[in-house]
């Protein structure tokens, strides 16, 4: 393979990856995305024991141990862009040698496992306050995926071609599904099961009217009126759609679960968010 560039594989002096500043030795196979980096002492504070803290930017690593199972959990701050400086770090970390610069011959990649723990606002009114939520596809309202060859499934593009339809919008999103296993490992029959849309903002691309008018009407609406076969949209966040094309791309297991703190229909906050997230938390960290 051929040899990755300085300036394409950026490391720190310490060897660590350049965003992340991680080590190789430093993350597990198992790993847990929040995006506020203050969850992260959240989800860790559970461990029977924590071996690796490491922080720079909005990017917090800890490792350690949960009921004798190694977990990594890491912050990615908020939005696709952040997603794919984490999601190609930690591929970087397991599949590429930091000494040679070469990426692992094919047979000796590692797949992760990669499991996001986000809050959502919900999109049907059906989906209620407190929830939680296991994604099977999503859809990116962002660009992201102009720029890698994602390979959709024939039903995967029909859904985006629709979703450019009900929307009329000028681009064409982009759709992906998560991991099967990891769902119905962890999902259970205690969490609902939808679909989310992954929005390139929390106030304009989400509808939010403050001082600046939303430029698609009734955005909110429209989602929530949409229908392809047997699938609507249940709730909506900022990372989802990037985490499943990056992690289709790259080999990885991967899976969005989410607290659904909001409903976009009935305007409702849930005034006991931080339990409702504590709750997912524990339950992933159970059955993961």
């Not at 909005?58 to 890491?74: A, D, N």
């Not at 999601?87 to 000494?99: G, K, P, Q």
Request: proline fraction near 3%; glycine fraction near 8%.
């Amino acid at each position: 393979m051929a040899r990755i560039p300085e300036s394409e594989l950026i490391l720190n002096a310490d060897g660590s990856i350049y965003h992340l500043n991680l080590l190789p030795e430093q993350i597990s196979d198992t790993i847990i995305t929040v995006g506020d980096q203050d969850r992260v002492a959240r989800v860790s504070r559970h461990f029977d024991s924590i071996e690796v803290e490491v922080a720079k930017r909005e990017f917090v690593t800890h490792t350690g141990y949960y009921k004798g199972k190694r977990i990594s959990v890491v912050s990615t701050g908020i939005g696709t862009d952040n997603i794919d400086i984490v999601m190609n770090e930690l591929d970087a970390l397991v599949n590429i040698d930091f000494v040679s610069r070469e990426p692992l011959e094919h047979e000796d990649r590692i797949s992760l496992k990669i499991v996001r723990i986000g809050t959502s606002g919900a999109l049907q009114e059906d989906v209620p306050l407190g929830s939680h939520l296991a994604t099977e596809y999503a859809l990116g309202l962002d660009t992201l995926m102009q720029f890698y060859p994602l390979m959709e499934t024939g039903y995967e593009t029909e859904i985006a071609v629709n979703m450019q339809l009900a929307l009329g919008i000028g681009f064409l999103p982009y759709c992906a599904k998560g991991s099967d296993i990891l769902r119905e490992q962890i999902a259970g029959s205690d969490m609902l099961h939808g679909n989310t849309i992954t929005c390139p903002g929390f106030y304009g691309p989400q509808g939010r009217l403050l001082r600046l008018q939303p430029k698609i009407e009734e955005v909110i609406q429209k989602l929530n009126a949409f229908r392809f076969e047997d699938v609507r949209f249940t709730n909506f966040e900022m990372e989802t759609a990037g985490i499943y094309s990056l992690g289709r791309l790259l080999g990885h297991e991967v899976l969005s679960l989410n607290a659904i703190v909001a409903n976009r229909i009935t305007h409702q906050f849930a005034p006991n968010a931080d339990q409702v997230i504590d709750d997912l938390i524990v339950k992933v960290l159970e059955r993961i």
